[in-house]
């Protein structure tokens, strides 16, 4: 006597896969763009913030210098970050290790203010591309510009040794 065995085979049918990978195709439309907007977003959200630390390390300096009781320019304002930071007439941040109290900027005095008014964990810069920095440093009309490297939009943070200002352009 034979006796024939039945197995019934189970798995997914041909529309049930067809439904997930839709639905997956469907989510992913959704959800792909609102990622690359969170990156973007974290792009600018950094910018900001370096932006602010820079503002407040100007504004530290000056106040430093002002209660030194400073009212001419100064090299190694004692009293802040390393004591290194030299100071205008006006008591903005001008170097660090040049001893220059001139406000006209260049890239070395620039490298030298971030440097020392962002001391640790302060983004990379440098005037080479070919550093890949963070940020990359020029000079316009005597002022720092530090360009946003990481998102290609070019954004920027200037710096005014003349008057303190900073300035944070996103595109």
């Not at 009212?71 to 205008?88: E, K, M, P, R, W």
């Not at 920095?133 to 316009?140: F, G, V």
Request: hydrophobic residues 40%.
């Amino acid at each position: 006597m034979q006796t024939q065995s039945t197995h019934k085979q189970s798995g997914f049918t041909l529309i049930e896969l067809v439904v997930v990978i839709a639905i997956l195709a469907i989510l992913a439309a959704f959800a792909l763009p609102r990622f690359a907007q969170l990156s973007e977003q974290a792009h600018q959200s950094s910018i900001r913030a370096t932006s602010g630390a820079l503002a407040a390390g100007v504004a530290l300096a000056k106040t430093q210098w002002v209660s030194n009781g400073f009212t001419t320019a100064q090299t190694d304002v004692q009293g802040f970050g390393n004591d290194l930071v030299d100071v205008s007439a006006e008591g903005w941040a001008t170097s660090v290790a040049s001893d220059d109290t001139s406000s006209a900027m260049t890239n070395t005095k620039c490298l030298e203010v971030w440097a020392g008014l962002l001391q640790s964990n302060a983004p990379t810069v440098s005037a080479a591309a070919g550093d890949n920095p963070d940020y990359l440093i020029s000079t316009t009309s005597g002022d720092c510009v530090f360009t946003y490297r990481q998102d290609g939009q070019g954004s920027f943070i200037e710096y005014d040794a003349d008057t303190g200002e900073i300035t944070t352009t996103i595109n």
